[in-house]
């Protein structure tokens, strides 16, 4: 079996008394891997010890067989995008991606095919020369992403980097992170809120929940797992009243529960990726119009605890 990419044994870290990982155990192969909880959860605290800028209080935290901590070697292999906003706003990309790439020390004309080839990675060759405080948050995104790659890492790991986003830009940087992987080699460490935008990324994830690890592994024995919670799903659109119906002829619905006005209706359902696999046929069957679909965020946070024994 080839060496795991990040190793984590037994690893705690706590500020004063309030705990950011507790007692964490992984292993990360090749590849895209998810990290899933709500906030709070550790996730943030997870990537800061990769990166060495925070130590564990106990455990020991390996990434490619070494210690991040005091290790600064290390960031070579590594590209990080924190969850946070950090693109000067009066810099340009290129201005922001030869800043950074200076302090990897790339110069010249590396530097320069190095810009433009990661550029076209993240599809931003278009915008290159304008300002990023005029950027949507997709564009910051993507240069985001373009900054953390630009010395070539084995290991990306992306905080968060959907957060914000409307759906179609989602999607499109759901697509270019597999892109990532898939094309260019990055394995990449991915995390997240939403279950389902990771499972559209990896089948590879890991549950967190109050600094601990709730489930790991494959999401479909992790789902095997879930299968006894009903997820609350919320369809809002138009003619919903024949899809309401056909929702509860599916062996994957408890009930259906159709708003008064008939906007919207909630469905709670045993297995989610079966809903969602089959609203293409049930919108085409029933004429229906959905103008939105989403899993409800308390929900979510029930599921946890309910996988944490709580
Ligand atoms: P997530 O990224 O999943 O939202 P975090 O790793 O940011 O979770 O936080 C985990 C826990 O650690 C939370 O309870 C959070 O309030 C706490 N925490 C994180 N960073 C700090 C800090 N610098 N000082 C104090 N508490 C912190």
Same mark, same amino acid.
Request: hydrophobic share 40%.
């Given at each position: 079996?080839?060496?795991?990419?990040?190793?984590?044994?037994?690893?705690?870290? %706590?500020?004063?008394?309030?705990?950011?990982?507790?007692?964490?155990?992984?292993?990360?192969?090749?590849?895209?891997?998810?990290?899933?909880? /709500?906030?709070? #959860?550790?996730?943030?605290?997870?990537?800061?010890?990769?990166?060495?800028?925070?130590?564990?209080?106990?455990?020991?935290? +390996?990434?490619?067989?070494?210690?991040? %901590?005091?290790?600064?070697?290390?960031?070579?292999?590594?590209? &990080?995008? /924190?969850?946070?906003?950090?693109?000067?706003?009066?810099?340009?990309?290129?201005? &922001?991606?030869?800043?950074?790439?200076?302090?990897?020390?790339?110069?010249?004309?590396?530097?320069?095919?190095?810009?433009?080839?990661?550029?076209?990675?993240?599809?931003?060759?278009? #915008?290159?020369?304008?300002?990023?405080? !005029?950027?949507?948050?997709?564009?910051?995104?993507?240069?985001?992403?373009?900054?953390?790659?630009?010395?070539?890492?084995?290991?990306?790991?992306?905080?968060?980097?959907?957060? !914000?986003?409307?759906?179609?830009?989602?999607?499109?940087?759901?697509?270019?992170?597999?892109?990532?992987?898939?094309?260019?080699?990055?394995?990449?460490?991915?995390?997240?809120?939403?279950?389902?935008?990771?499972?559209?990324?990896?089948?590879?994830?890991?549950?967190?929940?109050?600094?601990?690890?709730?489930?790991?592994?494959?999401?479909?024995?992790?789902?095997? +797992?879930?299968?006894?919670?009903?997820?609350?799903?919320?369809?809002? !659109?138009?003619?919903?009243? !024949?899809?309401?119906?056909?929702?509860?002829?599916?062996?994957?619905?408890?009930?259906?529960?159709? %708003? /008064?006005?008939?906007?919207?209706?909630?469905?709670?359902?045993?297995?989610?990726?079966?809903?969602?696999?089959?609203?293409?046929?049930?919108?085409?069957?029933?004429?229906?119009?959905?103008?939105?679909?989403?899993?409800?965020?308390?929900?979510?946070?029930?599921?946890?605890?309910?996988?944490?024994? %709580?």
């Amino acid at each position: 079996m080839t060496m795991a990419i990040v190793s984590a044994k037994g690893v705690s870290k %706590w500020y004063g008394n309030v705990i950011g990982l507790n007692n964490f155990n992984m292993e990360v192969r090749s590849g895209i891997t998810g990290i899933v909880g /709500p906030n709070g #959860a550790g996730k943030s605290t997870f990537f800061k010890l990769l990166v060495g800028t925070i130590r564990a209080n106990m455990g020991e935290m +390996l990434v490619m067989g070494k210690s991040p %901590w005091k290790n600064p070697s290390q960031l070579r292999g590594i590209g &990080f995008c /924190p969850d946070y906003e950090y693109l000067p706003a009066d810099l340009t990309g290129v201005e &922001f991606l030869n800043l950074a790439g200076g302090l990897h020390g790339l110069s010249g004309q590396r530097l320069a095919s190095r810009t433009a080839e990661v550029l076209r990675m993240v599809e931003m060759t278009d #915008a290159r020369d304008r300002r990023m405080g !005029g950027y949507s948050k997709g564009m910051k995104q993507r240069m985001k992403i373009a900054g953390a790659i630009l010395h070539d890492p084995k290991l990306l790991l992306l905080d968060e980097p959907l957060s !914000g986003t409307d759906p179609v830009v989602r999607k499109e940087l759901i697509d270019m992170i597999k892109a990532l992987n898939k094309d260019h080699g990055h394995d990449i460490i991915v995390s997240s809120h939403v279950l389902f935008e990771v499972e559209r990324m990896t089948h590879e994830v890991a549950l967190l929940y109050k600094g601990r690890a709730v489930a790991t592994g494959d999401i479909s024995e992790i789902r095997g +797992l879930m299968s006894n919670h009903p997820h609350h799903i919320v369809i809002e !659109g138009q003619g919903l009243v !024949g899809l309401a119906k056909s929702l509860l002829d599916r062996p994957f619905t408890v009930s259906v529960h159709l %708003w /008064p006005d008939r906007s919207g209706l909630t469905a709670e359902v045993s297995r989610p990726d079966e809903l969602f696999d089959s609203m293409p046929s049930l919108i085409s069957e029933t004429g229906c119009q959905v103008d939105s679909m989403r899993s409800l965020d308390d929900d979510l946070e029930s599921l946890f605890k309910y996988l944490a024994g %709580w």
